[in-house]
């Protein structure tokens, strides 16, 4: 990001008076601190500066800016500038471009696409048939296949020939057999471990690990990531190859998928775009929208407590309490379902475990909120105006809210996982929430219990009276 | 997953009956799919099958276990079977074994160690000086390096050589000039790329990215996704080349401080194991303490409440509406924390930006809390006996009370970075019980503001009486 700034001003000045000597300048820096720069300049700036470096030189930059950046820069661009870097693009950053555009914008720049590489174009149309969080939008088309009778030598010749064309990471070679099945691969350590004339069927590895293209990106990441694969081949149903998706693009989308996971979890719709990329009209929508569910969810304990009014209208300073009981069971439930959504998002539990966490939060729920208990015991016996009988009202109440808001916070999401829906749903505060309007039925019935008698008596005094 | 519990029987049996078909019935199977089917097997019976495998098999299953497997399995095991085990993993992983031991067992193995194989015993002291969550701890010293006046054929030579002894992967092979200080490296592309008698210095890329032995795991770890590497070097304040990180390994560092900061966010101390393996005592701690400072936190809106008794006897029905107000300061608070939090973690903001970030909060505040408002006003209005003056006070609570959560929400995760506090500590949870305590002081001061007339005849009857 310093990089970026310190040479904002400089690069301002060559696009001015000089612009042939852009490539020069550009040349000793890495792509991706090219993007950042890029991004700080206004997009007609950006605009001017991408059309005038030769194509295959702004396409590495172009992949690497953020969706919304590329919508903004493209709209002052000729479609035609746009399709020769599309064309030198990787297949699946060329995809997500075209996701990024507006239909209108994108089927101009597609049209101008299909005249000046027809082959990119198909790609893209073919790509586009799968969900935009698919393995067909991870993977490139660009990978080395090989025959499995043919040799090392022949083999080490195409990873050449791909080295000189392109940029992107080569890992492995595929060995296709008939109608363009995969059969196996064999890693760069592998051919270059081997002697030139070995065949390769020889060598390969047929033990592969694939996805299918409609496959969820999250899945392939973490298939990925388990395997400690570098490269993984994306397979139709016949077994043909379609692409690979590589361990660079992948982290990427963990790193998007977690954002997403921890901004649920904290009660927002997931953004899109960083912090500060996201305008102030999206922020209100996406914040507005769980802060009236969540307003709604609570007018439930306003209309608890005014139900309950005999009960708090009785015990003298109960409903100061209030606060503070339903915060702790919703505290104990925001645990209890962060634990379970992080279990379920790394796989580490499964919907058939419910018996056993519930088995478990429960007694988790009972020491917890014994042990609060007997806090919130000693604190009301701190003030005089309160009584043993309301001191334990309260220590009971602590233990029932706990349980409740362990098993209640540790069932939900995963009843939200069986429905289909993204555990990661059951925010914090929504826990929170539901456990509070809980809570206070939780209280009064514990105080109707400790308290038989002072609200037996209160209720005869309001009689007599 | 399925797989390690079709075969749990069976390798019991072999074990039983038949120990030397064991390897054999392994060889097939994945080491990580190994690691899940050893994970199943009883601490004791795990021992066994490691001690009889040969040792550069067990290794790479070793390496893919649990801190807390490795344990228990060393603890039935042999220091000798373990040395030799230790002596064919990865310097990493190997590092990483002995941080997982108790001192005097880990002492013991590195005895032994010593004498099979004393550069593992010495790297893994030299490791271990550094923290844990550190590069050093990541790094492999298994990598190829070249003097830079030796020719690419030589290179290849070299690469053939490490890929003969182990599995690890290979990126690239390193130049070394004088007194072992890094001057660049290539990348397997580049040498098969390259005629076999070209010099490695034509070739070399010399804008080596690089970190320090004691930089953290988090850094390292986005700087690898930030540049698309698959492999970072490891460069003391000579520039003498440590080691390598490869990209697999900063994979497992992202989902594992990504697990940690969510369960930062819904307020437990991160557990370092699964949820099924952590046990019920650590569980009881981890969330334990959280609890009691939210308790203790929470202690204040009863403070609160109790302090301004003569506003809520005043207004009958108002202390019912607490719960509903604060709640939402909290779930505002929330949702400016998590956007903050994730934002610092990702790199998307810096402390420097607060000023921006805190207008932009406010501004976004008073909008969100002008639409709650309206709606608590319209709520209030719904039943009969709350009058016009309440409504409004109301409505202008939630005015102030949604500015109050949203800019401590995102200023506080601000702070806590600048005094070197992970952010993720002002967990949603903590946010939401300290605007609740704001909250109240909101309430009765709107109160006042508004029903300024209600109070004061409240007061002068309560005086008359």
């Not at 025959?147 to 296709?176: F, G, K, W």
């Not at 539901?434 to 008596?457: E, N, Q, R, S």
């Amino acid at each position: 990001m310093k990089l970026a700034a310190l040479l904002v001003p400089d690069l301002r000045q060559v696009l001015k008076e000089d612009p042939d000597q852009l490539r020069e300048l550009l040349d000793e820096i890495h792509p991706e601190d090219l993007a950042d720069l890029v991004a700080d300049l206004d997009p007609e700036e950006a605009a001017e500066l991408m059309a005038r470096m030769p194509a295959a030189s702004a396409a590495p930059i172009f992949e690497r800016l953020e969706e919304h950046e590329q919508e903004e820069i493209v709209g002052h661009m000729a479609p035609e500038s746009v399709a020769q870097i599309a064309s030198e693009m990787e297949a699946d950053d060329r995809a997500d471009l075209f996701s990024a555009l507006s239909d209108d914008v994108g089927d101009k720049i597609l049209e101008k696409l299909q005249r000046v590489d027809p082959e990119a174009a198909e790609e893209v149309r073919e790509i586009e048939r799968y969900p935009e969080t698919s393995a067909a939008h991870l993977m490139t088309t660009r990978y080395v296949s090989v025959s499995p009778d043919e040799t090392v030598a022949d083999a080490l010749l195409a990873v050449r020939r791909l080295a000189e064309q392109d940029d992107e990471p080569i890992y492995n070679v595929y060995a296709m057999g008939k109608s363009e099945r995969l059969v196996g691969f064999c890693a760069l350590r592998d051919l270059i471990r081997a002697t030139p004339e070995t065949r390769l069927d020889d060598i390969l590895r047929t033990n592969v690990i694939s996805v299918p293209p409609e496959a969820d990106q999250e899945d392939v990441a973490r298939k990925m990531a388990k395997y400690d694969l570098n490269a993984m081949p994306v397979i139709d149903e016949k077994g043909v190859l379609l692409g690979v998706i590589t361990i660079d693009d992948v982290i990427d989308v963990l790193a998007q998928e977690q954002t997403e996971d921890v901004q649920k979890i904290g009660g927002i719709e997931p953004l899109d775009v960083p912090y500060f990329q996201t305008s102030f009209i999206d922020f209100i929508k996406k914040r507005g929208v769980w802060l009236v569910v969540l307003f709604v969810e609570e007018f439930f304990t306003q209309t608890a407590l005014r139900y309950y009014d005999p009960v708090f209208e009785a015990i003298k300073g109960a409903s100061y309490y209030v606060p503070l009981l339903i915060s702790t069971g919703g505290n104990s439930g925001s645990q209890s379902s962060t634990l379970i959504i992080r279990g379920l998002a790394v796989g580490e539990i499964k919907f058939s475990d419910w018996p056993r966490i519930f088995a478990r939060e429960a007694l988790m729920g009972l020491v917890l909120g014994a042990f609060l208990g007997i806090l919130g015991f000693a604190r009301v016996l701190m003030y005089r105006d309160q009584g043993v009988d309301f001191a334990a009202t309260v220590a009971l109440t602590l233990v029932g809210i706990v349980v409740t808001g362990c098993t209640v916070g540790s069932m939900l999401p995963l009843i939200l996982k069986r429905l289909g829906v993204d555990p990661a749903t059951s925010s914090t505060p929504f826990i929170a929430s539901l456990v509070d309007v809980l809570g206070i039925i939780i209280f009064v019935h514990c105080a109707k219990l400790v308290m038989a008698k002072v609200l037996a008596a209160h209720a005869a005094a309001a009689l007599g009276h």
